[in-house]
């Protein structure tokens, strides 16, 4: 193949050659819509940090779901705001919590939206930490207990899917065994399964008020230098019967999805998150980027590096683009 008797141009010179040819792909199909919902009504609270992002309370959620359909986007996962706080994360499993009570409101009248939610306890502890703290440290096989007990009351509400988030060790087994036990055999687990403690999540932090109280996630979430062991996480979540696997931050991590696409035959999901998603706004509103063109060449970038499934707050900006 040299030139001139080939001319890699010869497929690039008009729009018909450049679909013809054009290796990935992208659909509002592939697309996450989070969703940060808090108490009240008639609440819809812009995230300052993240503009277009926002808080709203549960009445609004019917709304929020039809539009999301409309753009062809089916799929969402729940963040809750709770009510009260306290030291052990209860009002994560609540019967009558802020998600449980959402999963509820979302079934009932948006029965065609896929409904995922978060599994973790750091928007309901009042130290902000994602598990139970014992002597001021994360205690791994007590907080087990709680998510597992955390996902059931998701399940038992409605969810089509959990997520856990929190990257406890073991906690995708403990919570197949508690779904298996009470015949939520067919509820699939997204495991969080690559989860690095990421400077790319403040504005999350704020949008959901879980920011740790004291000290950082830095010994559950994983180094950002590491590669080799997100093969290990995710090859243990595998094994305890994770269905799909995330990766989370997306942007600065696409080898990471590349790796794990490559090892593993399981659906792989990408969390294009909040810090990402900030940026590219700010940079748009400042005029220093096409926000529109940068928000699609990155997401078509996290599915080149092989995500079958992106969450993103651009979910909705990225579905109506791509409608036309």
Request: charged share 25%; net charge negative; proline share 5%.
């Amino acid at each position: 193949m040299i030139f001139p008797e080939y001319r890699a141009r010869r497929l690039r010179q008009n729009e018909t050659f450049r679909a013809l040819v054009r290796e990935t792909s992208i659909s509002p199909a592939h697309l996450v819509y989070p969703l940060f919902v808090m108490p009240g009504k008639g609440v819809r609270e812009e995230v300052p940090s993240m503009p277009g992002v926002f808080r709203i309370s549960i009445d609004q959620l019917a709304k929020e779901a039809k539009e999301c359909m409309g753009l062809g986007v089916n799929s969402v996962i729940l963040f809750g705001l709770p009510d009260k706080k306290d030291s052990k994360g209860s009002g994560a499993h609540a019967k009558d919590g802020i998600i449980q009570r959402a999963i509820k409101e979302l079934k009932n009248t948006a029965p065609g939206l896929t409904v995922c939610t978060d599994v973790c306890l750091c928007e309901y502890t009042s130290h902000g930490h994602c598990g139970i703290m014992i002597n001021d440290v994360v205690d791994n096989d007590t907080t087990l207990e709680v998510l597992a007990r955390t996902a059931l009351s998701h399940a038992q509400a409605g969810a089509d899917m959990v997520a856990p988030s929190d990257m406890m060790d073991g906690r995708v087994a403990e919570i197949r065994g508690i779904l298996d036990e009470n015949n939520f055999h067919m509820i699939p687990i997204m495991s969080y399964a690559v989860k690095y403690a990421s400077a790319f999540y403040g504005p999350f932090r704020d949008a959901a008020e879980c920011a740790p109280q004291h000290g950082d996630r830095k010994s559950y979430q994983m180094d950002p230098a590491n590669v080799r062991e997100a093969l290990r996480e995710a090859t243990m979540d595998v094994e305890e019967g994770a269905d799909i696997l995330m990766v989370k931050p997306a942007m600065a991590y696409l080898d990471v999805i590349s790796r794990l696409r490559d090892e593993f035959d399981l659906p792989i999901a990408a969390y294009h998150v909040s810090g990402e998603y900030a940026m590219i706004k700010a940079a748009a509103a400042n005029g220093w980027i096409d926000g529109e063109k940068v928000m699609h060449e990155s997401l078509l970038g996290i599915r080149r590096a092989g995500a079958d499934i992106i969450i993103t707050y651009f979910a909705k900006d990225m579905a109506r683009l791509l409608n036309g």
